[in-house]
């Protein structure tokens, strides 16, 4: 489904990314980890088209993405939780909803996918005419991944999720994960995090540290090849080594 290929980009002179290499397939959960700095963010924005790239490829279904403004993307099938929700406070929650619907194949389907987004989170359901900017930070979190799914897209991006929220909504938003896995009927997920916690329910792990990607792999095989007990201790252990190789080359 996506091809990233030797993905590099900035800002200014500054390099953020270098040759980042991933794929996505369909239905796949892939989940982005890293420490904060390390191009998570860059590398969401980029895929969505909010910023450019200065080198490599973005392929989407066999289309070119690459060069791609933020509309041109999302009517491709792909849409967008940025970091810090960013929804519209002074509007309801019905209307940040129906945003999500505006490129021609999403507005055919709106009333449909309004119900399903309302199923999957009934808080939302039960407060469409409340402002958006009254709501907590875990359910303005849920409008905001609403919002996109309103796009009807094959691909999310999740650009740190859980970023500012409690340990309670943290849970809500795993169950859901949970359990859109479980039913088999969601997007494919390309899920940026800083948390270790949230790499559970990952098909495939992303490392990604000082902007380059340092492994690539299942829980299973990350652990095994760490030589560790978890997950945790797995991600330690190989962002360490690419810490002391990052240090040793200057």
Request: hydrophobic share 40%; with cysteine.
């Amino acid at each position: 489904m996506l091809e990233v290929e030797a993905l590099s980009a900035g800002y200014g002179r500054a390099q953020a990314l270098w040759d980042v290499s991933l794929t996505v397939g369909d239905r796949e959960i892939v989940t982005i980890i890293g420490p904060n700095g390390a191009g998570k963010s860059t590398l969401v924005n980029v895929l969505a088209g909010m910023h450019p790239s200065w080198g490599g490829r973005i392929i989407f279904d066999g289309v070119d993405l690459t060069t791609l403004k933020p509309h041109e993307v999302c009517a491709a099938g792909i849409a967008v939780v940025p970091e810090g929700r960013q929804v519209f406070p002074d509007m309801t929650v019905s209307d940040n909803l129906q945003i999500g619907a505006y490129h021609t194949a999403a507005r055919s389907a709106r009333k449909e996918t309004y119900d399903r987004v309302c199923d999957i989170f009934p808080i939302l359901g039960e407060r469409t005419q409340q402002l958006a900017g009254s709501l907590s930070g875990g359910e303005q979190q849920m409008l905001a991944i609403g919002r996109a799914l309103m796009a009807q897209p094959r691909l999310l991006l999740l650009d740190e999720p859980s970023l500012g929220l409690d340990a309670t909504a943290r849970r809500r938003q795993a169950d859901l994960r949970r359990q859109q896995t479980r039913d088999g009927d969601h997007p494919a997920m390309l899920w940026s995090t800083h948390m270790v916690e949230e790499l559970e329910g990952a098909d495939r792990i992303v490392l990604l540290v000082a902007g380059q990607v340092v492994r690539i792999g299942t829980p299973a095989e990350l652990i095994a090849e760490s030589g560790a007990a978890n997950l945790t201790d797995a991600y330690i252990a190989l962002a360490g080594v690419k810490r002391r190789v990052t240090e040793e080359l200057g």
